[in-house]
């Protein structure tokens, strides 16, 4: 369930953004953004994390910056060659307010403060991802009129 008291989990994004995997991620963003444009940038994702409610993480946020402000960054994906990309996306958040996405993120995110019964982390995938291989079934119309 979610809360109107939402707090940013700076912990856990402080975490991953300093996680050996975005190592060339970081380095790169450190060299490219330096004082005024670094805080600019960061107060954007903030300002990006307390609208949606949730904890994204700070490289899958700053991926679709640089698509939408049309920045080069070597970490960029061609979206017009992949069909599959799903380049505008619109969803409800609890509240009641719309939010319109570009290049929603698929990683999976803890739920702060939430633990399952072997004490682990809960994960919550914002955005349901779909896998275009994968034949139809009655189980996903279903879900879809629920």
Do not use: C
């Not at 700070?58 to 080069?72: E, G, L, Q, R």
């Amino acid at each position: 369930m979610l809360s109107n008291n939402f707090s940013i989990d700076k912990d856990t994004l402080r975490k991953d953004f300093y996680s050996p995997e975005n190592e060339p991620q970081r380095r790169w963003f450190f060299q490219h953004f330096k004082g005024l444009n670094r805080k600019q940038i960061q107060d954007n994702f903030y300002e990006f994390v307390k609208r949606v409610k949730i904890n994204v993480l700070f490289f899958d946020w700053f991926h679709s910056y640089t698509i939408k402000v049309d920045m080069d960054y070597p970490w960029k994906q061609d979206i017009i060659s992949d069909p599959t990309t799903k380049v505008i996306t619109n969803w409800q958040i609890k509240d009641g307010e719309l939010i319109q996405s570009n290049l929603p993120p698929t990683t999976q995110y803890p739920l702060p403060k939430v633990k399952d019964s072997h004490d682990k982390p809960v994960m919550a995938t914002p955005f349901k991802t779909e896998n275009v291989n994968e034949e139809v079934t009655s189980k996903d119309i279903k879900s879809l009129m629920e």
